[in-house]
């Protein structure tokens, strides 16, 4: 017996023995330790000293239940020690019988779960925080275990198909889709599985309202703490509206660009004859000696507002065009480009004034030769007109060049753009203080758009621009 008692006492977990009215007739020495109640004060209480009155009932019936053979006695319920001190314990006992089977009393050995209770409050907290998180993204969030079947959503993910997430944990994708829309799922979540990674691709899903709603789904595995695959999380990014606001844009900018070539191709010709007889004037005058300052004054005037006027066509003509990669497209030399363009400029500049142009090795790239000219030329033009120096300074150059993906600059040494104006350089009809129709810059950023570049501008000493264009090859 006293080896018994002995191997006992060795218990960390407390050990009582109970009768039948619940008084205690046995303990281990760990009963002592935990409770701080000394051998006389045990020998005098019951099982409901031990515990917390809100635990009692529950308890007393487990013990009733487990006379009549209806229940065991494992037990969740919060151990009081001499000092009010409230502890977590679990409890699990068995009935004790006589040898003809009669009930004598209880044997349990209770566990202090404190450790396991704070940790499992600590899961709850960071559950709940996680859920809070997942809540406060606006667009839907899914996660999947391994199966394919849904295990949790957020709010956004509730709204967006009607359901409280009670509905849709649990349940597989047939359950809840359309039967070819879910097959489409089931195929690519076990792509996924099979490739474990990322995913993302372009579907349609079945909002609340039963409107199909073109949707971007992103979807990644996710694993365990053993670093076995466990499951994948998902984000649906609607992109109806957007999709229908694109289309409707390209719509406008398609007649945008029908009227601005038709109204650019009707206004050519009467501009052109317009011209021709304000030149026949001219002649007929001289002719008949009619010719006098106030005249010519006149025929100048109207000769050089016909000459705006057609200019700005052609300008509306390039452009409408600038935008559309033409099928003539080869190898260019941007390099002999530049540097025609700025010969041009520099012959047609006023005398006197000298212009430098620092060309640098280009390279070559594959795109429509009219497009590139038209575009350094605007670049260049610009650069050397807004520079009112008597010794201006162009500078154009590759910045850097890899793969099919090329960046080049042109700067000057003038003026730079004034700072009210250089967020809308590029908008159609923003000019300086020249005389210009302002749709050079406009068609330089078409252009570049088309190449699969952007453009960027800056103030750094002189007006400087920056670009990037991609080689583009037309079957």
């Not at 350094?376 to 610009?382: E, H, K, P, V, Y």
Request: hydrophobic share 40%.
């Amino acid at each position: 017996m006293q080896f018994i008692d002995a191997a006992i006492d060795a218990l960390l977990d407390a050990f009582l023995l109970f009768n039948l009215e619940g008084r205690v007739v046995h303990w281990n020495r760990a009963v002592n330790r935990i409770t701080g109640y000394s051998d006389d004060e045990i020998t005098s209480m019951t099982a409901e000293d031990f515990i917390a009155e809100e635990d009692r009932e529950p308890l007393f019936l487990r013990m009733a239940e487990a006379i009549t053979g209806n229940a065991d006695l494992p037990y969740a319920a919060t151990v009081i020690t001499i000092d009010g001190m409230r502890i977590p314990f679990e409890f699990s006992g068995t009935l004790l019988r006589d040898g003809e089977g009669e009930p004598l009393g209880f044997c349990a050995i209770g566990r202090d779960i404190s450790t396991r209770v704070v940790a499992r409050i600590a899961l709850e907290e960071q559950v709940h925080f996680m859920q809070a998180l997942i809540d406060a993204i606006p667009n839907p969030v899914f996660f999947k275990d391994t199966n394919g079947v849904f295990v949790g959503c957020n709010a956004a993910f509730e709204e967006f198909s009607g359901l409280p997430q009670t509905e849709i944990a649990g349940k597989a994708p047939e359950e809840l889709l359309p039967e070819e829309m879910a097959r489409v799922y089931a195929e690519k979540d076990s792509e996924l599985f099979d490739f474990p990674g990322a995913q993302v691709y372009e579907s349609t899903v079945v909002s609340r309202d039963g409107e199909m709603r073109d949707v971007i789904i992103n979807k990644a595995t996710y694993c365990d703490v053993k670093g076995h695959l466990a499951g994948l999380v998902g984000v649906i990014v609607d992109i109806t509206d957007r999709k229908l606001a694109d289309e409707e844009l390209l719509t406008i900018n398609r007649e945008l660009h029908g009227y601005a070539h038709t109204v650019s191709h009707d206004l050519k010709g009467p501009l052109s004859v317009a011209s021709l007889a304000c030149e026949t004037l001219v002649v007929l005058c001289e002719r008949a000696g009619s010719m006098d300052d106030d005249i010519s004054g006149t025929l100048e005037l109207l000769d050089r507002n016909l000459g705006k006027a057609s200019d700005n066509v052609k300008g509306l003509l390039e452009l409408a065009e600038a935008g559309r990669l033409p099928a003539d497209v080869r190898e260019i030399d941007l390099t002999a480009v530049a540097r025609d363009v700025a010969t041009e400029e520099a012959t047609a500049g006023e005398s006197g004034r000298t212009v430098t142009a620092n060309i640098g090795e280009l390279g070559m790239l594959h795109a429509n030769p009219v497009q590139m000219y038209q575009l350094f030329s605007n670049l260049i033009r610009n650069a050397v007109r807004h520079n009112l120096s008597p010794d201006a300074t162009i500078s154009v150059e590759l910045v850097s060049g890899e793969g099919d993906e090329h960046v080049y600059r042109v700067s000057d040494d003038g003026p730079g753009i004034p700072p009210d104006i250089i967020d809308d350089i590029f908008s159609p009809f923003v000019k300086g203080d020249s005389d210009g129709a302002g749709i050079g810059l406009a068609i330089v950023d078409k252009i570049v758009r088309t190449y699969g570049g952007e453009i960027t501008v800056k103030n750094d000493d002189g007006a400087c621009f920056e670009f990037v264009l991609k080689d583009v090859r037309v079957n």
